[in-house]
Nanobody
């Protein structure tokens, strides 16, 4: 089994910065994709950014140029969030996706990010 623990959420003013971290433990494969998704009140969960163990990244258009995802190894990722906007407010969830793909999708508990205007 896989466990994901997020840290680094909080309250920040618009234009400020936050850094989120996610640490994975358990049966982690050397090839996987990890990332961040967020869910605002009344909205569906949406992709923020993902990164593979090979270093390939993918960003939502709304965060490109402001957020940077990085990883230390197969088990830990960070999300540096700069120039935060009120619309970035939501619960941020860490995700890990690995083989076997049909049941290899894991989620953290989430961390709250609130950006005040």
């Amino acid at each position: 089994q896989v466990q994901l623990v997020e840290s680094g959420g909080g309250l920040v003013q618009a234009g400020g910065s936050l850094r989120l971290s996610c640490a994975a433990s358990g049966s982690i494969l050397s090839f996987n994709a990890m990332g961040w998704y967020r869910q605002a009140p009344g909205k569906q969960r949406e992709l923020v950014a993902t990164i593979t163990t090979g270093g390939d990244t993918n960003y939502a258009a709304s965060v490109k140029g402001r957020f940077t995802i990085s990883r230390d190894n197969a088990k830990k990722i960070d999300l540096q969030m700069n120039s935060l906007k009120p619309e970035d407010t939501g619960v941020y969830y860490c995700n890990l996706y690995q083989a076997p793909w049909e049941n290899g999708n894991f989620w953290g508990q989430g961390t709250q990010v609130t950006v005040s205007s």
